[in-house]
Each structure stands twice: as structure tokens, then as C-alpha cells.
């Protein structure tokens, strides 16, 4: 069954919206999220106030346009979109000099390849961005998995940061295609440890289908590498695949990099169940200025118009 307009917008404000509400907690403890919060009602949102999301939807903005303008991801022209797109909105370390530099027409890829004791990035920044782009190309896995890595080339050369970014994608697709079936977890979970190339995520996924619903995610991290972020979104999703408020405040509870890990698990959920699954009094307090909630929707809906011709062409 093709994919629907209401799954693209599902997963932009699923994104933007666990984006922005957990922004304002970004690097701090659980503890203290549970002392302040506790993160069921920071999803609540009983106050109404707007939200702001940060990079995680400032990149995949450039990542959805790339995919719009030409039907699939070229390097070197995502990388000037992100740089295009980027009044500075809490960059990692070294993806805002990779972007920094693609902007002074330097020499971005060396810098890329060598971030980091020379081995590249292995952050979250490539799996943040990547959820429309498993839309886009499911049900095609291998397709999805091999785009997915073309799209974190620019700022994530580290086999670790080219694999989360991989997983999450593949897992968005699977997530789209469960919608209006019930879930099967371990199914979802074993189709995902089949794609996994690298030993952390092999290792992860191995005890990930090991674990009950109810288990904690300790194990899996909280922080911005992305083996220690990418499996923790997964599993909230997972663990609550009906839910978008219980799916982003689980992902809100860990603590650290929560802005990412509810960006993540959300914009998965917003896959599977639609726009219809993320509150609209949530959506409303998304702020709505330059490139805000109406930019993000009608960007969802050019991306459906132009995965819709692929389909019609298959
Ligand atoms: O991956 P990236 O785009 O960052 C995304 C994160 C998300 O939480 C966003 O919300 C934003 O806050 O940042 O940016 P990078 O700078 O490539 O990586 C993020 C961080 O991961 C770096 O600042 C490092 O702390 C860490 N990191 C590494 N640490 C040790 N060794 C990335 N690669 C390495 C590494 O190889
Ligand atoms: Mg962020
Ligand atoms: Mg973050």
C-alpha cells in the first residue's frame, strides 16, 4: 500500500514537535527532568507556550528538499542546502565547522573525513535527519539503507554515525509500513538487526529483543553518539507504537540529548499513525515563522507529491 500525505505530515511534526519540546531540557540529567518535569507532563504542555525545534529539524528540512528537488540524495548538493539552511540552531561541535566550512567554499570533505581523531563523526546528527528519507523510499530497504548513508556523507564519515543513520531510516520505513496493523515488535526489531553493519548496533539490537516493554533503556544511552541515542528512540517507539505522547515522553525521561531522542521516537510514531497521532495542541504551539509548522507541512506534502510519482513510475 503506498504511503499517505498524512504519514509525510506525521512524521514532520512528530519530528519538529518532540524536537522543540524536548529542546528546553537538552543535557540535563533524568533525575533532574524527573524532579523538574516529570516528562509526561512536559509533553502535556499544559501552558500553551510556543516551541522552537533545533538543528535536528533545521537539517532534515535540507534533507527533505534535496529529496524534493532531485528524487535522490547527492552529496554535494545536500551539503549546500545544509549550509544554505543554517542560522545556527545548537549545532554539534563538528558538524557546525563541516557546515561552517561547506559556506566558505572550503575544503568540507577532508575536514569531514577527519573530525574527530581523524575518523569522522560517529554523532547522532546523520540519524536525526533521516526519517522523511525512509518514507520516501520504502519499501525498498536496501534502497532506504543505502540513501540513508548518502545523506550523512556530508557532516557523519564514522562507520558508527553512517550506521545509525542507516538503522533509523530503515527503521522509519518499517514504522510507515506497520500503519493501520498492529505492531509487531520483535518482528520490527529482528528485520532491524539484519541491517545492522557495525558490532555496537548488532550487539544493541541483540538486547534489545531480549528485553520487555516495560525494561528500562539505560543500557542504550542517552547522549549525541549515535550508539548511544539511535537504539534508545527506536525502543521508545517500540515500546509504545500506539502512543506519540507516550513514545516522546519516554524518549524526554532518559535525560541528556532529549531534544533528539523525542525527535527521533517521534517522528517514527508520527510514521506509523499520522499527523492524527501528535496532538494537535501540540502542533499549534509549534512556532509558525520563517520555515516553522506551515513551511514543515507543505514541505511534507511536496515530498508525498514527488514519492507519489516514484510510485506511479515503479
Ligand atoms: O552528530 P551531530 O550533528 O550532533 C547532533 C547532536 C544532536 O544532539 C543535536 O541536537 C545537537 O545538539 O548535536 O554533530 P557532531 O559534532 O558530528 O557530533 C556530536 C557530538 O558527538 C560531538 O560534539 C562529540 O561530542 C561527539 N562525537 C564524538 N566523540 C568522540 N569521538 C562525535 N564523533 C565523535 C568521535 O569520533
Ligand atoms: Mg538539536
Ligand atoms: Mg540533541
Redesign the pocket.
Known sequence: MPLTKDQFAGVMMGLAVG?ALG?AW?GMTSDLIFEMGPADKIVEHASGREIYY???TQ?TISVVQTLIELGTIEKHYLARKFAENHPDR?????????INAIGAGEDWETLAAN???G????????A?RVVPLGLFFAPDLNLVAEQAALSAAP??T?E??VDGARLMAVAAALAAESAGQPFDRQAFLTQLRSFAETEEFQWQFDHALELEPHQSLRSFGC????QR?VVTSVMCFANSPDSYPETISRAIGQGD?V??LA?MAGALAGARLGIGGVPKHLIDCLEDNHQGQSFLLDLAEQLWRRYQLGCASA
Open positions: 524536537d529542546a537538552e533545533t538543528d535536528d537539517m545548537g549545532y554539534g561541535q563538528g558538524a557546525r565547522r563541516i573530525v574527530f581523531n575518523k569522522g563523526s560517529l554523532g547522532n546528527g546523520g536525526m557532516t557523519h564514522h558508527i554515525g547522549s549525541l553518539e549515535a541515542s540529548d531534544d533528539t525527535a
